[in-house]
T-cell receptor, first 114, second 111 residues
């Protein structure tokens, strides 16, 4: 089954304690990205990656890091989480091709930073 | 960045047809128009995608006029389970390959 998986699904942490949210896809997609979703603000892109070792900032990259060492994995790293990073996070992957792009989203990770 | 514009919310009743229009005045020649559905605390789910004229699948229809500056998602005979947020998305920032979601349209279906 084609899918994007994220772990953990729920996470409570404290300010300053480094954490990593993993994302994996089994569709051999080149493009992967991370979004955060906050009430009233819709989905905002944090980082994206067009292929292995190629990453770039989205609209709200501050406080986040990513890496893309393998095609299927795209972890999101919060080196020093702060309360304003409390949010619902989604990983997504998609195909390329002549403007026809369909994203597949993971189930989401709900993060609470105290 | 060019953006999409949709109504913030819509209300309907079970069995009615719902049409949600999205404005995308700066759509580029190679861009497709994609609609997603999102339920609370779940990731968005692809509904339908099109380039021009009309596209229909088992879930919805998508109408795109000749100038492509807008599109209309049509949901036939909605049910309570269609209550969700619907996002219109156009791949406008081709240089960055980033995608920008608008605020979406919150559809509430009443019995």
């Amino acid at each position: 089954e084609a899918q994007v998986t994220q772990n953990p699904r729920y996470l409570i942490t404290v300010t300053g304690k480094k954490l990593t949210v993993t994302c994996s896809q089994n569709m051999n997609h080149e493009y992967m990205s991370w979004y955060r979703q906050d009430p009233g603000l819709g989905l905002r892109q944090i980082y994206y990656s067009m292929n292995v070792e190629v990453t770039d900032k989205g609209d709200v990259p501050e406080g986040y890091k990513v890496s893309r060492k393998e095609k299927r994995n795209f972890p999101l790293i919060l080196e020093s989480p702060s309360p304003n990073q409390t949010s619902l996070y989604f990983c997504a992957s998609r195909t390329f091709g002549r403007g026809e792009e369909t994203q597949y989203f993971g189930p989401g990770t709900r993060l609470l930073v105290l | 960045l060019a953006k999409t514009t949709q109504p913030i919310s819509m209300d309907s009743y079970e069995g009615q047809e719902v049409n949600i229009t999205c404005s995308h005045n700066n759509i580029a020649t190679n861009d497709y128009i994609t609609w997603y559905q999102q339920f609370p605390s779940q990731g968005p789910r692809f509904i339908i995608q099109g380039y021009k004229t009309k596209v229909t699948n088992e879930v919805a229809s998508l109408f795109i006029p000749a100038d492509r500056k807008s599109s209309t998602l049509s949901l036939p005979r909605v049910s309570l389970s269609d209550t969700a947020v619907y996002y219109c998305l156009v791949a406008m920032d081709t240089g960055r390959r980033a995608l920008t979601f608008g605020s979406g349209t919150r559809l509430q279906v009443q019995p």
